[in-house]
């Protein structure tokens, strides 16, 4: 988008033709949309369940795919959307299905075990990512975290080497303790204090208060539960089978990780999506950053939108976070077709397309655009 085509959009109509989308779908959120939900977090517990039934028996991507894709659908179908509100208003639904009550005390380890602290979670991407979206200020802004992989000495494959280990452990080395980072700096804000500057070294060290609370916060309920207690209830089928579910669990950890990369990781990013210098102005302009700093992959069927986990929808979603997963697929040619009446480039692509164009930019090859620039 050029600079004259982004400055050239009526902010005041964009805004006015966006809400009168949002009046007429929240304002119709129903039970329905909550069994909607319900289906799809059953086919993440089905997926689950298969995966470990059949994860005894060898070492197989098959069960380790199946485990890997429920804890995908935990995280970013049913605790995305549920910790975004997107239920909140439903009445006569179970209080752990609403933002209140989804993943706290003990139901954390049923409703949606992780690496990441969800309290922690829920202020990192939903407080601070999607108010402040491509700014410098946003955690999540890929060509600001990968300045100096960018700027680096290191040759183009090796930069692609080093991408390819932190898709596959990213969840642990970034997201885990970026979250919680974030969480106790607001935490420490609301209370008087101020934002402690802690070196990686501090983060990772138990020994350090950073560190034990990463350890006792993030590493060790997930680390004990997935890689310790499960392969051990195994373990009456006989040692070789509880070796067979860990060896499952470590290939499936490794393909969560990648998978959420795959999805996550280019939904803002590539040379063809804008990041900001300043904070957006007025709602019209909020608006439209959340378009033009978004992209969006085929989307449309409930199969389709399991396996990209909703985030197929990251255009309507920063529009409406407080959505429901069903409509999304409701708002998303409605969306379009406002987009088409402005004049505002409407990016939706392949996954694979956008990862390239998203690694191109993590290495250095390319740069995001920026309105005073372009």
């Known amino acids: 988008m050029t600079v004259k085509k982004y400055h050239a959009v009526d902010r005041v109509q964009l805004a006015k033709d966006i809400d009168a989308v949002q009046k007429e779908l929240l304002g119709n959120t129903t039970i329905d949309d909550f069994n909607h939900l319900k289906k799809i977090e059953s086919w993440g517990r089905i997926c689950t369940g298969l995966g470990y039934a ?121 997201y885990a303790s970026s979250t919680l980072t974030e969480h106790r700096a607001i935490q420490a804000k609301e209370q008087g204090g101020k934002r402690n500057q802690i070196s990686r070294a501090d983060m990772w060290n138990p020994l350090k208060p950073a560190g034990k609370d990463l ?55 590539g040379e063809d999506v804008m990041m900001f210098d300043n904070k957006a102005k007025g709602k019209g302009e909020f608006y439209l950053r959340q378009i033009v700093g978004s992209v969006n992959y085929p989307s449309g069927t409930n199969v389709l939108d399991f396996l990209h986990g909703w985030l197929n929808y990251q255009i309507e979603h920063h529009l409406w976070p407080e959505m429901t997963a069903s409509q999304y697929q409701k708002a998303q040619p409605l969306v379009k077709a406002i987009c088409e009446k402005h004049n505002i480039p409407y990016i939706q692509e392949s996954v694979f397309t956008r990862l390239r164009k998203t690694l191109h930019v993590m290495v250095g090859k390319t740069s995001m655009l920026r309105p005073a620039i372009v």
């Not at 410098?136 to 090796?158: A, K, Y």
């Not at 060896?247 to 969560?256: G, K, M, R, S, W």
């Open 54 to 174: 059949t994860a005894w028996i060898i070492p197989n991507p098959v069960s380790a795919y199946l485990i890997s894709q429920g804890n995908f659908t935990r995280w970013t179908t049913v605790a995305h959307h549920i910790l975004h509100r997107g239920y909140d208003k439903i009445d006569g639904i179970p209080a752990h299905y609403t933002s209140k009550g989804f993943a706290k005390g003990w139901r954390r380890y049923w409703d949606w075990l992780d690496w990441m602290y969800p309290a922690a979670w829920d202020t990192e991407h939903n407080d601070i990512h999607h108010y402040h979206l491509g700014e410098e200020i946003d955690p999540d802004q890929v060509e600001f975290n990968m300045e100096t992989l960018r700027q680096s000495n290191i040759p183009t494959w090796g930069r692609y080497a080093l991408l390819a280990m932190m898709a596959a452990s990213w969840k642990i080395i970034y």
């Open 215 to 269: 350890w006792l916060s993030c590493m060790l309920p997930y680390g004990t539960v997935q890689f310790v207690v499960i392969p051990l209830l195994f373990l009456p089928l006989g040692a070789v089978a509880a070796t067979n579910v860990l060896i499952n669990v470590l290939i499936a950890e490794v393909f969560t990780n990648l998978h959420s990369f795959l999805v996550i990781g280019p939904n803002h990013t």
